[in-house]
T-cell receptor, first 111, second 112 residues
Framework: GEDVEQSLFLSVREGDSSVINCTYTDSSSTYLYWYKQEPGAGLQLLTYIFSNMDMKQDQRLTVLLNKKDKHLSLRIADTQTGDSAIYFCAERSSSASKIIFGSGTRLSIRP | DAGVTQSPTHLIKTRGQHVTLRCSPISGHKSVSWYQQVLGQGPQFIFQYYEKEERGRGNFPDRFSARQFPNYSSELNVNALLLGDSALYLC???????????FGPGTRLTVL
């Protein structure tokens, strides 16, 4: 079946890089997403990658996709206090209308 | 340009009641999806509508229904509310069915 898994917590020091990992099971996944949710807010689409890509970079964000292992990661360079949030990995197959979300990784920043 | 808007922001109901949640997509977006997010979990897909037609339905009981209007806004209806329906209900819009979705701030529903 379809499943997306993430670790629940990550704590990093301000200025360091954060790497949030995700695994998924649906081999027909075509689109893979990273969303950010701040307390009391909706979800903000950070970036997405097509399954035929290995990497995508957007300013401080780098997404790596290992399709063989069904592993997706989000790297945030120079992590700032404003990056504190819950980060959701999500996937969608080209034939499906729904996006499947992981349970989210709570990123906390240490001074 | 306004993002996805939802109303109301918060709602308190009692068991057995009915609720209607509303969503207005980003201008030009024709697809609207609804998700339920229980505290501590990721969003769960409920429905997707495109051009006023249902394009997908998640594993939710028939107490949940939705519709999309000619102006692409949407309503989610939940009948016979249960305590377990307490959640953040998120609406998302997109240009078409398969591209990235943009979420609204959500409606926090509490069922007592």
């Amino acid at each position: 079946g379809e499943d997306v898994e993430q670790s629940l917590f990550l704590s990093v020091r301000e200025g360091d890089s954060s790497v949030i990992n995700c695994t998924y099971t649906d081999s027909s996944s075509t689109y893979l997403y990273w969303y950010k949710q701040e307390p009391g807010a909706g979800l903000q689409l950070l970036t997405y990658i097509f399954s035929n890509m290995d990497m995508k970079q957007d300013q401080r964000l780098t997404v790596l996709l290992n399709k063989k292992d069904k592993h997706l990661s989000l790297r945030i360079a120079d992590t700032q206090t404003g990056d504190s949030a819950i980060y959701f990995c999500a996937e969608r197959s080209s034939s499906a209308s729904k996006i499947i979300f992981g349970s989210g990784t709570r990123l906390s920043i240490r001074p | 340009d306004a993002g996805v808007t939802q109303s109301p922001t918060h709602l308190i109901k009692t068991r057995g009641q009915h609720v209607t949640l509303r969503c207005s997509p980003i201008s030009g977006h024709k697809s609207v999806s609804w998700y339920q997010q229980v505290l501590g979990q990721g969003p769960q897909f409920i429905f997707q509508y495109y051009e006023k037609e249902e394009r997908g339905r998640g594993n939710f009981p028939d107490r949940f229904s939705a519709r999309q209007f000619p102006n692409y806004s949407s309503e989610l209806n939940v009948n016979a509310l249960l305590l377990g329906d307490s959640a953040l209900y998120l609406c998302a819009s997109s240009l078409e069915v398969t591209v990235g979705q943009f979420f609204g701030p959500g409606t926090r529903l509490t069922v007592l």
